[in-house]
């Protein structure tokens, strides 16, 4: 069966998915640099481990993304023009439908490799619909940011969190479990997993 789930998504120690002021410079803003090593690490050639191993996991069974505008680029307000494709080159890693939480709308466009960026200011649950059914009985992915993450947990669609946690403190920014309430009554702690450079802990649906 299907899963709505959340894949590899790194926090700090203190909680927080991004700092403040992201930009183009900072994508995921100040105060959080280092964030992604244990990433960056895993996938080089040669590399083993869990990290490396939760690295390789992200995309098998999954068949959509969906994310949040700020995780689609440092654009703000509305589209000033369409030039602007993701942070992600001409092949961007997805290699499936995305489709982009946003109030600003501008045309679905097609990528090298299979993706196609949509865009919807549609309620979280009919644009998670309109994933599953692009995603053909695979998984959707709930990319991020917090924000966008939170709104799924907030309407009980999530079944499972992958989360990295990384010795960094951030003190401020976009915490992942702010406005959420008691997550306990929600989920459960069923995987508790480190490295050297991460802990890998995995949330699943009570």
Known sequence: MAKV????????????AAGVDQRL???????????????FAAMEDGATGVDAERVRLWDVNTGATIMGRNMFGPVRGDWPDESWKGWWGDNPPYHHDVFVRTHHLRPS?????????????EPADVVLERALTAAGGQDVIIAG???????????????????VIVPLLAGRGERLFDNLGDISENYRVDE????EKATHARLVRR
């Open 192 to 195: 508790l997993v480190s490295s």
């Open 5 to 16: 789930r959340v894949h590899n998504l790194t926090v700090t120690l203190d909680g927080f």
């Open 25 to 39: 410079e900072a994508p995921f803003g100040d105060g959080v640099e280092g964030l992604h090593d244990w990433m």
């Open 109 to 121: 466009f097609a990528m090298e490799g299979g993706t196609t960026f949509h865009f919807s200011a």
């Open 145 to 163: 940011g917090a924000a966008t993450i939170q709104q799924y947990l907030q309407a009980d669609l999530i079944d499972e969190l992958s989360l």
